[in-house]
């Protein structure tokens, strides 16, 4: 009996996971009237110093309302610099949007490179699937 109850508990525990690992790295996905573009598979060979730097860009009748950082290797202390970036886009429409580029953080070149290739591939999809 315990050994039962311990097997379905697992099977819940690794049905979570895969569920969870699902709609993490799902491409598109809805938040109330929020469009969600996550570039974690979209950008794979697009890396900043230690690795790649996902974003999730969040949209709204197709104007970017905001974009946040994904988990990444990147240095903290200077990753943290590349982050004031993501405001750039925010409030413009997403045509717009995909044609600016911003200079990069000096001192973070490779980190906000990467961040900023992350945004124009993520709204280039946008562009291609809405």
């Known amino acids: 009996m315990v050994k039962r109850k311990f097997e ?9 996971l895969l569920t969870g690992a699902k709609q993490d790295n799902s491409i598109v996905s809805t938040e ?3 469009t ?3 570039t974690t598979e979209l950008t794979k060979d697009v890396r900043g ?11 709204k009748k197709n104007k970017v309302v ?3 950082a994904l988990p990444n290797q990147e240095t903290p202390r200077f990753f943290d610099k590349t982050k ?11 045509t717009k949007a995909s044609q600016i580029q911003p200079d990069a953080v000096t001192g973070a070149t490779f980190s906000s490179d990467a961040l900023i290739k992350n945004v124009h591939t993520g709204l280039e999809y946008y562009k291609k699937h809405k």
């Open 36 to 38: 969600v573009i996550n």
């Open 49 to 59: 110093f230690k690795g790649s730097t996902p974003v999730k860009i969040y949209i």
């Open 32 to 34: 109330k009237d929020l």
């Open 66 to 68: 905001r974009i946040e």
């Open 84 to 94: 004031s970036l993501l405001k750039f886009w925010e409030g413009k429409s997403v």
């Open 8 to 16: 379905y508990l697992m099977g819940v525990v690794a049905l979570l």
